[in-house]
């Protein structure tokens, strides 16, 4: 089955800077890599995706970048904010089926 | 559409009671998802069902772990018996296949304490 991983578990940045979060899947199958928000004591939210089709997508200051050859995903936030803060997951999936396999977390905290 | 509905919100029980979450997946979406999240763990899948089926249970940790789904508007998440180490908060979240992608939307959890 599909194996993610992400790095890195915690990420600290001083408010106005990038951060950059890593993922590595295992199974090349995999065609749609979502990324989700968890804001403190809330549930996860999908902020952006992308599919296998797309080397990279970008909505405002969030910006994902894919690498099928080497099965790496990237989350990159630009302009960091406080409210950025949370933990952020990264998942891969095959969309012809639902089976959908999360890393385990990224904590970013952002400092004013 | 109110999203998706888990009950209860808290649940604080002792060792070896019997508990059950309950999950109400949006309507028309056909995939619903278990999932446990710990600090230690980060969020694992238990178990998830495509059109009431269950498709791979492979993440439920043992025997007194066990879910159903009678009906496309209700799953429920079953442990008897319970034990500390379950303490957890369990979402619960669902899809559509025919959506453009596989967006899962996740219920609020269920913050499970076990004493």
């Known amino acids: 089955g599909e194996n993610v991983e992400q790095h890195p578990s915690t990420l600290s940045v001083q408010e106005g800077d990038s951060a950059v979060i890593k993922c590595t899947y295992s199974d090349s199958a995999s065609n749609y890599f979502p990324w989700y928000k968890q804001e403190l004591g809330k549930r996860p939210q999908l902020i952006i995706d992308?599919?296998?089709?797309?080397g990279e997508k970008k909505d405002q200051r969030i910006a994902v970048t894919l690498n099928k050859t080497a099965k790496h995903f990237s989350l990159h936030i630009t302009e960091t904010q406080p409210e950025d803060s949370a933990v952020y997951f990264c998942a891969a999936s095959f969309l012809d089926n639902n089976d959908m396999r999360f890393g385990a977390g990224t904590r970013l905290t952002v400092k004013p | 559409d109110a999203g998706v509905i888990q009950s209860p919100r808290h649940e604080v029980t002792e060792m070896g009671q019997e508990v059950t979450l309950r999950c109400k997946p949006i309507?028309?979406?056909?995939?619903l998802f278990w999932y446990r999240q710990t600090m230690m763990r980060g969020l694992e899948l238990l178990i998830y069902f495509n059109n009431n089926v269950p498709i791979d249970d492979s993440g439920m940790p043992e025997d007194r772990f066990s879910a159903k789904m009678p009906n496309a508007s209700f799953s429920t998440l079953k442990i008897q018996p319970s034990e500390p180490r379950d303490s957890a908060v369990y979402f619960c979240?669902?899809?559509?296949?025919?959506?453009?992608?596989?967006?899962?939307?996740f219920g609020p959890g269920t913050r499970l304490t076990v004493l």
């Open positions: 309507s028309g979406h056909n995939s």
């Open positions: 992308i599919r296998s089709n797309v």
């Open positions: 979240a669902s899809s559509s296949r025919r959506a453009l992608n596989n967006e899962q939307f």
